[in-house]
């Protein structure tokens, strides 16, 4: 199992450039989430997914689009990149038993992407 | 809003020491409550997962208690290595969603 990867892990990016940021997770998890994290503020929550095909936003979204077309895979976009997007961005996994059993909340996290927008 | 605060903000003990890092959070209807470890560069490593039922969890020289009424959580850490120089981070969970406090960074001076 490679659990979450993320791809890329570095990039620079100049104002007004998009990008996507790719997540994937081999665990078969039907949460996915998409967090930045910025030096001494810990992690906070962009946007995340309950299941396949369904998206929300979380506490910081604006500036961010997110997709979950296959269940493995989440996407984070960005249209038109801005300084204060720089940072690191972590993708995270969690699954939870819809019926019956132990619910299992344990988020897996990715090793990071480290953006730069200049 | 949730609100997650870690105190220390960081953290420097001679090597055998104990740790004691300390979590709080302002609203108390939470589903769990998360302890991390973040090494610098690196990804989170989940080191317990304490149920809103539950008191406390152990893991070897972890343990980590919850009271969720007054609303904090102390992860404790036996006989402290270099190793386990590290940030730590505290998370609770509502409805899906964790929020984070910005962690503890703790030195273990060898």
């Known amino acids: 199992n490679a659990g979450v990867t993320q791809t890329p892990k570095f990039r620079v990016l100049k104002t007004g450039q998009s990008m996507t940021l790719l997540c994937a997770q081999d665990m078969n998890h039907e949460y996915m989430y998409w967090y930045r994290q910025d030096p001494g503020m810990g992690l906070r929550l962009i946007h995340y997914?309950?299941?396949?095909?369904?998206?929300a936003k979380g506490e910081v979204p604006d500036g961010y689009n997110v997709s979950r077309l296959k269940k493995q895979n989440f996407l984070l976009g960005l249209e038109s990149a801005a300084p204060s997007q720089t940072s690191v961005y972590f993708c995270?996994?969690?699954?939870?038993?819809?019926?019956?059993?132990?619910?299992?909340?344990?988020?897996?996290f990715g090793p990071g992407t480290r953006l730069t927008v200049l | 809003k949730q609100e997650v605060t870690q105190i220390p903000a960081a953290l420097s003990v001679p090597e055998g020491e104990n740790l004691v890092l300390n979590c709080s959070f302002t609203?108390?209807?939470?589903?769990?409550l998360q302890w991390f470890r973040q090494d610098p560069g690196k990804g989170l490593t989940s080191l317990l997962l304490?149920?809103?039922?539950?008191r406390e969890q152990t893991s070897g020289r972890l343990n980590a208690s919850l009271d969720k009424s007054s609303g904090r959580s102390t992860l404790y850490i036996a006989a402290s290595q270099p190793g386990d120089s590290a940030t730590y981070l505290c998370a609770v969970m509502d409805d899906y969603k964790l929020s984070f406090g910005a962690g503890t960074t703790v030195t273990v001076r060898a």
């Open positions: 304490i149920q809103s039922s539950q």
């Open positions: 997914s309950v299941g396949e095909g369904t998206t």
């Open positions: 995270a996994s969690s699954y939870s038993r819809l019926a019956g059993g132990p619910r299992t909340d344990t988020q897996y």
């Open positions: 609203d108390s209807a939470i589903y769990n």
